[in-house]
C-alpha cells in the first residue's frame, strides 16, 4: 500500500515554523519585509503574487507589491529593483515570472542583489548551490528535499532519476540531490530509454511539464515519486506529470497534484525570506 506525501500538512508545518520564529524575532525589533514585482496583467501571476501576500501575512511579514503595467520599459523595472536593493527595510526581493517578452528576464534577475535574492534564480545563488555554500537555495527543489526528509525518506546511497532540465526545477534538483549523497541521472528531452532510465530510479522526480506522461512502465515498485508537473485539464481539474491512478499502487510513497510538490514552494519563499532578513540583521 502506498503512502500519500503531504504537502499541504508539510508545507503548514513550515509556515508555522517560519511564523514563529518570526514572532521572536519581532522581540529584536526585526520584521521581514518581501518585495514582489508584477509586470503585466497575466491572470496567473496575479493569483501567484495574491499567494505570496497571503503566505507573508500568515508568517508575521510586511510585503509589498509593486505592479507595473505591461508596456514598462526594462529600464523602468530595472530601476525599480535598483531602488528596493538599496532599501534597507525591504530584505527579500521577487520579480514574477514569466516577463513581457520586450524585457530581458536574465539581465533582471541579474540585476537583484544577490543577498535579497530569494527566488534563488540569480547566478550568484545558482554558484553557491553548486559548489554547497550557503545561499539561497530555489524554492521548489529546496521543497522537495523537505518533503523527502520529513516524510523518512532515505535519500544518501539512493538512485535518484530528475526527469527535466530547467534551470528552475531540474538542474538546482539534481544539484540538492547530489549534495544529500544521492547517485543522480539526469533525463530531459534527448535522453535514449527513459522507461529504462527511470525504472533505475529509488527516488524519481519528474519535471517534464506534460500531463500524465509518466505511467507504471516507468516506475520500479516501491519508488518514490515525486511529482513536480501541474496542469489544468479541460474538466478544469489539476494533475501532474505522473498519471497517478495507474503509478501510485507499485510506489512506495508519491506526492498527489494538487497538494504534494505546488504548496511547498511558497513556503519555501517564506523561508528563505526569513533567512535572508536574519543574515542582513546579522542574527
Ligand atoms: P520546462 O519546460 O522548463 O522543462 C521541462 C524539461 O523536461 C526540459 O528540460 C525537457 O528537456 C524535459 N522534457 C520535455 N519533454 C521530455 C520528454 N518527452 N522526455 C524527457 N524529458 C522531457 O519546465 P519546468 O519549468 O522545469 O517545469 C516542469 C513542470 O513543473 C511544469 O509542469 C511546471 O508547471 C511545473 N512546475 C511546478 C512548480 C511548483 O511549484 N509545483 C514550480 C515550477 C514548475
Redesign the pocket.
Known amino acids: 500500500m502506498y503512502e500519500i506525501i503531504d504537502g499541504k500538512r508539510i508545507s503548514q508545518e513550515i509556515k508555522d515554523e517560519v511564523k514563529q520564529e518570526t514572532a521572536e524575532l519581532a522581540g529584536k525589533g526585526i520584521k521581514p519585509c518581501l518585495a514582489v514585482i508584477l509586470v503585466g496583467n497575466d491572470p496567473a501571476s496575479q493569483v501567484y503574487v495574491g499567494n505570496k501576500k497571503k503566505a507573508c501575512e500568515y508568517c508575521g511579514f510586511d510585503s509589498i507589491s509593486v505592479e507595473m503595467p505591461e508596456e514598462t520599459s526594462e529600464a523602468e523595472l530595472l530601476e525599480k529593483i535598483k531602488e528596493l536593493n538599496e532599501d534597507d527595510s525591504v530584505n527579500g526581493i521577487l520579480v514574477q515570472l514569466p516577463l513581457p517578452k520586450h524585457i530581458n528576464e536574465d539581465l533582471v534577475i541579474e540585476s537583484i542583489n544577490p543577498a535579497k535574492d530569494v527566488d534563488g534564480f540569480h547566478p550568484v545563488s545558482v554558484g553557491n548551490l553548486l559548489i554547497g555554500r550557503p545561499g539561497f537555495l530555489s524554492c ?1 527543489p529546496a521543497g522537495i528535499i523537505e518533503l523527502l526528509k520529513r516524510s523518512d525518506v532515505e535519500i544518501a546511497g539512493k538512485e535518484c532519476v530528475v ?4 534551470n ?3 538542474k538546482p534538483m539534481s544539484v540538492l540531490m547530489l549534495r544529500e549523497n544521492a547517485t543522480v541521472t539526469i ?3 534527448r ?1 535514449k530509454d ?1 522507461k529504462e532510465v527511470c525504472k533505475r530510479a529509488d527516488i524519481l522526480i519528474v ?4 500531463p500524465k ?1 509518466i505511467t507504471k512502465e516507468y516506475v520500479k515498485d516501491g519508488a518514490v515519486v515525486i511529482d ?4 489544468r485539464m479541460e474538466d478544469k481539474k489539476l494533475c501532474g ?1 505522473v498519471d497517478f491512478d495507474d503509478v501510485a499502487p507499485i510506489c512506495s510513497k508519491i506526492t498527489p497534484v494538487p497538494g504534494g ?2 504548496p511547498m ?1 511558497i513556503a519555501m519563499l517564506m523561508k528563505n525570506c526569513l533567512l535572508g532578513t536574519k543574515r542582513q540583521n546579522e542574527v
Not at 526527469?163 to 530547467?166: A, E, L, Q, T
Not at 513536480?228 to 496542469?231: L, Q, R, S
Open positions: 521548489t526527469i527535466g532540465r530547467s528552475i526545477v531540474g533525463c530531459h528531452s535522453t527513459l519535471a517534464i511539464g506534460k506522461m513536480v508537473g501541474i496542469h506529470d510538490v505546488g514552494t
